[in-house]
């Protein structure tokens, strides 16, 4: 275990970091989800959602992209950042250089939704479009290497982490007596952050991670004792598509996260009509999978308990979210049924 990184997220940090970014990061509400499937047929009578799905560009991003932004040198300021994303974190990059006068230069997968695509130019940014996976963050390292642009990681850093950690810091200020807190996981920067808060302000809480069955790289890596990379990712919950865990993440999670589940692709769609219909909330994939999580595989262990849900995000295009929820359709019964 990595005790330097560990102790660079203390909870002073935490609190540190989250006061210097509270003028420009949205401090996001926590509702009650209430509603006949989560409290009478689940058996659950406390669940709490954390909106994130309310913060700056749409998703939890903004919060450790603007972390990244604010502790530029004046230097690294003129030459501006640069990002390499499929979707939600160029937009939150964008947002961020904007925010705080400096300029950006995305890279984002050609194949990405066409609706993040033109989020993250409005947001001011210069998108460049690339092939996936090794030609997308290849060019975004050329871009640092040939302006001098700063390479902002879309989950992996000590930074990125202490912006995400205000989300725990905030969920248990609110509600210091909750029991559990359900994360969605993707490369590792939300879970690491929020469970390293939750955790060392409460350490009863137990923290539990979900990723989609064909993109559970940090499963994997915590079964393994050490960051592993898929072969292949196949889900449609994108923004949790990173194919592998890094260090900084996987030893925060295997400090703070009592367990990993997993959840299909039909039980997010599923998960998707909850929210809904439930919640009255039209969530992306990525957000859905939490839920799914509690319904599920979390259900009898969390039974009876008072439950916080991160709701991590909202960026889609309704075309895909009405597609989303035919497939969800078919899917709901056996998702809220034992």
Same mark, same amino acid.
């Given at each position: 275990?990595?005790?330097?990184? +560990?102790?660079?997220?203390?909870?002073?940090?935490?609190?540190?970091?989250?006061?210097?970014?509270?003028?420009?990061?949205?401090?996001?509400?926590?509702?009650?989800?209430?509603?006949?499937?989560?409290?009478?047929?689940?058996?659950? &009578?406390?669940? !709490?959602?954390?909106?994130?799905?309310?913060?700056?560009?749409?998703?939890?991003?903004?919060?450790?992209?603007?972390?990244?932004?604010?502790? +530029?040198?004046?230097?690294? $300021?003129?030459?501006?950042?640069?990002?390499?994303?499929?979707?939600?974190?160029?937009?939150?990059?964008?947002?961020?250089?904007?925010?705080?006068?400096?300029?950006?230069?995305?890279?984002?997968?050609?194949?990405?939704?066409?609706?993040?695509?033109?989020? !993250?130019?409005?947001?001011?940014?210069?998108?460049?479009?690339?092939?996936?996976?090794?030609?997308?963050?290849?060019?975004?390292?050329?871009?640092?290497?040939?302006?001098?642009?700063?390479?902002?990681?879309?989950? &992996?850093?000590?930074?990125?982490?202490?912006?995400?950690?205000?989300?725990?810091?905030?969920?248990?200020?609110?509600?210091?007596?909750?029991?559990?807190?359900?994360?969605?996981?993707?490369?590792?920067?939300?879970?690491?952050?929020?469970?390293?808060?939750?955790?060392?302000?409460?350490?009863? %809480?137990?923290?539990?991670?979900?990723?989609?069955?064909?993109? &559970?790289?940090?499963?994997?890596?915590?079964?393994?004792?050490?960051?592993?990379?898929? &072969?292949?990712?196949?889900?449609?919950?994108?923004?949790?598509?990173?194919?592998?865990?890094?260090?900084?993440?996987?030893?925060? $999670?295997?400090?703070?996260?009592?367990?990993?589940?997993?959840?299909?692709?039909?039980?997010? %769609?599923?998960?998707?009509?909850?929210?809904?219909?439930?919640?009255?909330?039209?969530?992306?994939?990525? !957000?859905?999978?939490?839920?799914?999580?509690?319904?599920?595989?979390?259900?009898?262990?969390?039974?009876?308990?008072?439950?916080?849900?991160?709701?991590?995000?909202?960026?889609?295009?309704?075309?895909?979210?009405?597609?989303?929820?035919?497939?969800?359709?078919?899917?709901?019964?056996?998702?809220?049924?034992?």
């Amino acid at each position: 275990m990595d005790e330097v990184n +560990l102790n660079a997220v203390s909870l002073e940090a935490i609190r540190s970091r989250s006061e210097e970014l509270r003028h420009a990061i949205r401090r996001t509400p926590v509702v009650p989800l209430e509603g006949p499937v989560i409290t009478s047929a689940l058996g659950i &009578d406390h669940v !709490a959602l954390k909106l994130e799905c309310f913060q700056h560009t749409g998703t939890f991003k903004a919060r450790g992209a603007f972390s990244n932004v604010r502790s +530029l040198s004046e230097d690294q $300021c003129r030459a501006g950042i640069t990002a390499a994303s499929a979707g939600n974190h160029a937009i939150a990059a964008a947002w961020a250089a904007r925010a705080a006068g400096v300029s950006a230069k995305v890279v984002m997968q050609n194949n990405a939704n066409p609706f993040r695509i033109a989020r !993250a130019r409005a947001e001011g940014a210069e998108v460049i479009l690339r092939d996936p996976g090794p030609a997308t963050f290849g060019e975004a390292e050329r871009l640092a290497r040939d302006e001098g642009r700063t390479f902002v990681h879309p989950f &992996d850093g000590t930074e990125t982490v202490l912006g995400t950690a205000a989300i725990g810091l905030e969920l248990m200020q609110d509600l210091p007596d909750l029991e559990a807190v359900v994360v969605s996981v993707g490369g590792g920067g939300l879970i690491s952050g929020v469970a390293a808060a939750v955790k060392q302000m409460n350490p009863n %809480c137990q923290v539990y991670g979900v990723e989609p069955t064909g993109a &559970d790289s940090m499963s994997r890596s915590l079964a393994a004792g050490h960051p592993v990379t898929l &072969d292949k990712v196949a889900t449609i919950a994108d923004s949790l598509g990173p194919p592998m865990a890094l260090p900084l993440g996987h030893a925060l $999670c295997a400090a703070y996260v009592d367990d990993m589940v997993t959840v299909t692709d039909d039980q997010i %769609c599923a998960a998707m009509i909850t929210f809904a219909e439930e919640a009255k909330l039209a969530v992306e994939p990525a !957000a859905a999978a939490a839920l799914a999580g509690l319904l599920q595989p979390l259900r009898r262990r969390l039974q009876g308990k008072s439950v916080g849900i991160i709701v991590c995000g909202a960026n889609i295009d309704a075309g895909t979210y009405q597609s989303q929820l035919v497939r969800g359709r078919d899917h709901i019964e056996a998702l809220v049924s034992f």
